[in-house]
């Protein structure tokens, strides 16, 4: 359907390009929520900060880096840490902060020489760390404060330590992918390429857009290390700041957030020629999807297997568990960005639930285009969602559960819903084998925890209101009596419960007890009459046997004299005859062959000019032939037509399933500008084709082995999924596959939506 106003935006009618209902063969070519553009005034955003984005998403997670915010110390403190970034150090980024700690003098006399008097001094505190990041905010932005020539002065004065500086103010974009944005690209241009890191392993890579919450790193640090594998640079989970300087040297880039991380991924392509690979690390199959990938990408197949029987066997019948009580379950997943295209297909395909609807508050239309195209039918999927479209939403679609973050899960909380931190997590990590489950684990507890639903009863008598202590909290000693009242009627509830089993299963081991005896006496009894009954038979079986046989054999016995003399007699006259015709036909064979060949050498020469004399009556007589012989054509071609049609037809009903299934589950056809989206589709499909067709496969680049890696999964996937491949023939595999590629230009670049698609730059 179009675009969706919401009741409670009458006021504010913009926000319908903001929000979109998919519909029964709808798809992004025809409708796109309009995406990272400035919050609508009237609309209550849940939106970050761009400064946020450059922080607390990337920056903040460096394990060995002082953090100093130029800025008044709110702005420090609103981006310290909790839980949710752990790292194997002892959690150094965790425990502090690090202010300028701006003040009113300050922003009126300019705050440069406080900078630099507070980087001096986080120094000093801290002497074994040698690195720092300077961000600034929106007071010391607005004044003008240039912190690059500070920078300079500090590297030059202790001479020992590396500095980089974030200049994205809260204000420099409409989110906090601003920051996501200027991070990325400054660290190119300023830091990779700067530091040599030490090789250990003939396969490298680094890890993009992995920001280890509550310890999904780890999760993937423990695969790779099986694989043999080594992590140049984690962007940024427990990363370090010198291994994010030596990134140019790994050999792929393993892509995880693409939207607060695709941009380095792509400047490392297209400055060192490194292969992007985007994969979905949360979910079961796309986990298994994942190391698959990066397997065939370094022919480590066999490794990757053996670390995917290894974690299937300790976690799938755990997931197995959870499927069966979750099957069915509606779930809203409002976060950031990319986690409702991770995380839908995941939760639809590995635990049978339901995504009823999607809010994000940073995407771009990039990650629409994702998520729509792997969401089902009558989803609802917003952009930057406000609280009272929140609350329309719970009405319209009744969820089981919402996965969101804490301020929004507050909301959820009071209309007695659950919900799990879908920033950062209740109880992780949430990415790889383990990390299914455990999510599993957190949604099974939170839709079946009885809290939610005694909280919605109202125990208090309402002729009689409880007294309060002034908070609206009820009085503590009628909220002792309501609790002893609880805890007695469930003890006397439980005691009746116990003494009705107790009692029954008496009963039914008596009755056991009882009918047994009499059973076995029954089965006693019968036994020697069903013995008599087959000894009484086998005679009778027997007798009719001896009867049959002499009527049978007689009758056989009679036909057999007069099918033998026909035979004999036939023989005699049929060899002789044969042996006869012999001698004549080849005597004569020799004979004519020396007469025949001289004649027709002989004739040659007259039948010629015969031939050229009597075209021309020819063809008078095929003019006359041809009116007969045309309606015969014509009568054919059309039968000719509807055949190579019905092909054609056969080939574009196969493209299109293979292109659906492509749209759902891939993610190379996506990639952030139109000429990435060209080379990676031309690039998979034409990988796909020489595997499924047998021929042989060139690997002479790391670009072309980033192709394969991905073709290598979807060939097989195909081979799976559609039975119909295996009866093609080559030419037909090769004409399904041009056919879509064909299709998905015209949906990701010809016919898209997305404003971004043919920016200049990244």
């Not at 979109?20 to 995406?35: H, M, N, V």
């Not at 960005?337 to 395909?349: I, M, Q, V």
Request: overall charge negative; aromatic content about 8%.
């Amino acid at each position: 359907m179009p675009m969706k106003l919401f009741k409670c935006d009458e006021s504010i009618p913009e926000r319908e390009k903001h929000i979109y209902i998919k519909e029964k063969g709808e798809d992004t070519t025809q409708f796109l929520p309009s995406a990272h553009v400035e919050t609508i005034p009237g609309s209550l955003s849940e939106r970050g900060c761009s400064y946020c984005g450059a922080k607390l998403v990337i920056g903040g997670v460096l394990k060995d880096t002082i953090q100093l915010i130029h800025g008044p110390v709110g702005c420090a403190y609103d981006t310290w840490h909790t839980k949710r970034y752990p790292s194997d150090n002892g959690n150094f980024q965790l425990k502090y902060v690090w202010s300028s700690d701006m003040k009113e003098q300050h922003v009126v006399f300019g705050g440069e020489k406080l900078l630099k008097k507070a980087m001096l001094e986080a120094f000093a505190e801290f002497p074994e760390i040698k690195r720092m990041m300077v961000y600034t905010t929106c007071s010391t932005a607005l004044i003008g404060d240039d912190i690059k020539p500070v920078v300079k002065e500090v590297e030059k004065e202790l001479g020992d330590v590396d500095i980089f500086t974030v200049e994205c103010p809260g204000f420099a974009g409409v989110s906090q992918s601003k920051g996501h944005h200027v991070f990325n690209m400054g660290w190119m241009t300023d830091k990779v390429g700067t530091f040599e890191p030490e090789i250990t392993s003939p396969y490298t890579i680094n890890v993009i857009g992995d920001y280890n919450i509550q310890g999904d790193t780890f999760v993937m640090e423990k695969y790779m290390k099986k694989m043999g594998i080594q992590i140049i640079a984690h962007f940024t989970g427990n990363g370090t700041y010198d291994s994010l300087r030596g990134m140019h040297r790994a050999q792929l880039n393993v892509t995880n957030c693409a939207r607060s991380a695709g941009y380095i991924a792509n400047e490392l392509k297209k400055k060192y020629g490194i292969p992007r690979i985007d994969v979905d690390t949360w979910g079961f199959d796309y986990a298994k999807e994942g190391l698959r990938k990066i397997g065939a990408f370094f022919g480590l197949e066999d490794r990757a297997e053996a670390v995917i029987a290894e974690e299937v066997a300790k976690y799938e019948s755990k997931l197995g568990w959870y499927k069966e009580r979750l099957a069915g379950k509606k779930v809203c997943i409002w976060t950031g960005g990319p986690r409702l295209w991770h995380w839908t297909k995941a939760l639809e395909d590995d635990l049978g639930m339901h995504v009823v609807a999607m809010s994000s508050k940073f995407g771009h239309q990039e990650d629409f285009e994702k998520v729509i195209a792997r969401g089902e039918e009558g989803t609802i999927y917003i952009d930057d969602g406000n609280e009272l479209e929140f609350f329309e939403v719970l009405e319209m679609v009744k969820p089981d559960l919402v996965l969101t973050g804490p301020r929004v899960g507050a909301l959820v909380k009071k209309l007695h819903l659950p919900y799990v931190n879908g920033h950062g997590y209740h109880n992780g990590p949430y990415m790889g084998f383990e990390g299914a489950v455990n999510m599993a684990r957190d949604m099974y507890n939170a839709i079946y925890s009885p809290l939610m639903k005694l909280a919605q009863i109202d125990i208090r008598d309402e002729q009689n209101p409880v007294s309060t202590n002034g908070n609206g909290k009820a009085a503590k000693d009628l909220s002792e009596e309501v609790v002893s009242l609880i805890q007695q009627q469930v003890k006397e509830a439980t005691s009746e419960v116990k003494q009705q089993v107790k009692e029954v299963t008496s009963e039914v081991k008596q009755l056991v007890k009882e009918a047994a005896p009499q059973v076995q006496k029954q089965a006693k009894e019968a036994a020697p009459q069903v013995q008599k009954q087959a000894k009484e038979a086998a005679p009778q079986v027997q007798k009719q046997a001896k009867e049959a046989a002499p009527q049978v054999q007689p009758q056989a016995k009679e036909a057999a004299p007069q099918v033998q003399p026909q035979a004999k007699e036939a023989a005699p006259q049929v060899q002789p005859q044969a042996k006869e015709a012999a001698p004549q036909v080849q005597p004569q064979a020799k004979e004519a062959a020396p007469q025949v060949q001289p004649q027709a050498k002989e004739a040659a020469p007259q039948v010629q000019p015969q031939a050229k004399e009597a075209a021309p009556q020819v063809q008078p007589q095929a003019k006359e032939v041809a009116p007969q012989v045309q309606p015969q054509a014509k009568e054919v071609a059309p039968q000719v037509q509807q055949q190579a049609n019905e092909i054609a037809l056969y080939i574009q009903e196969r493209a299109a399933e293979v292109t659906k299934l492509i749209q759902e589950r891939c993610l190379w056809q996506f990639h952030s500008r139109a000429w990435d989206r060209e080379e990676n589709i031309n690039g998979v499909l034409n990988k796909a084709a020489q595997i499924l067709t047998g021929e042989k496969v060139v690997l002479d680049t790391l670009i072309e082995r980033g192709f394969y890696a991905d073709a290598k999964i979807l060939s097989a996937d195909l081979e799976i999924r559609f039975s119909w491949l295996s009866k093609m023939e080559n030419s037909q595999k090769k004409a399904v596959l041009e056919s879509v590629k064909a299709m998905l230009v015209d949906i990701v670049i010809t016919k898209s939506k997305n404003g971004e698609l043919h920016y200049s730059l990244y």
